[in-house]
């Protein structure tokens, strides 16, 4: 696991995950697994998630935009950021100039993430994954 501070997960955040399947698949190798979105999961996703895969090791994830909330929003990826306590990392956001776009949200069986803006306008995702035994 990474430790605090560190990139730890890229998402691709898009209108067509077929589309995007496809296209890493050619060009850089990558397979897709399926998966349901967890009970509970973002109104603003589809009802799929993908995973990218290079062989057996995870490369990062994927999924659809859905809802008015994407409106104007271009496909993007989204990375992630290890904090060990994301409230406490968003607290400071903005004290050091950034803004919280996305408040401290649970995903369950995941983690705690939020998603920030630093002061030029750049965003990025906080998370505290969750602790599995």
């Excluded at 890229?10 to 349901?36: I, Q, S, Y």
């Excluded at 050091?96 to 965003?123: E, H, K, M, S, Y």
Aim: one cysteine or more; a negative charge.
């Amino acid at each position: 696991m990474p430790g605090h501070g560190t990139f730890m997960w890229n998402e691709l955040v898009t209108t067509d995950p077929d589309a995007c399947a496809k296209f890493f698949a050619e060009v850089v190798g990558w397979d897709t697994d399926a998966m349901p979105m967890p009970a509970g999961g973002s109104e603003s996703a589809g009802d799929t998630y993908y995973i990218w895969k290079q062989g057996d090791e995870q490369a990062g994830g994927m999924f659809k935009m859905v809802g008015d909330q994407w409106q104007g929003v271009p496909p993007h990826w989204s990375s992630y950021v290890h904090v060990d306590d994301v409230d406490a990392a968003a607290a400071k956001v903005p004290g050091a100039g950034g803004t919280v776009l996305v408040p401290p949200t649970d995903i369950p069986n995941i983690g705690r993430f939020c998603v920030v803006q630093d002061p030029t306008g750049a965003t990025v995702s906080l998370m505290t994954p969750a602790q599995h035994e």
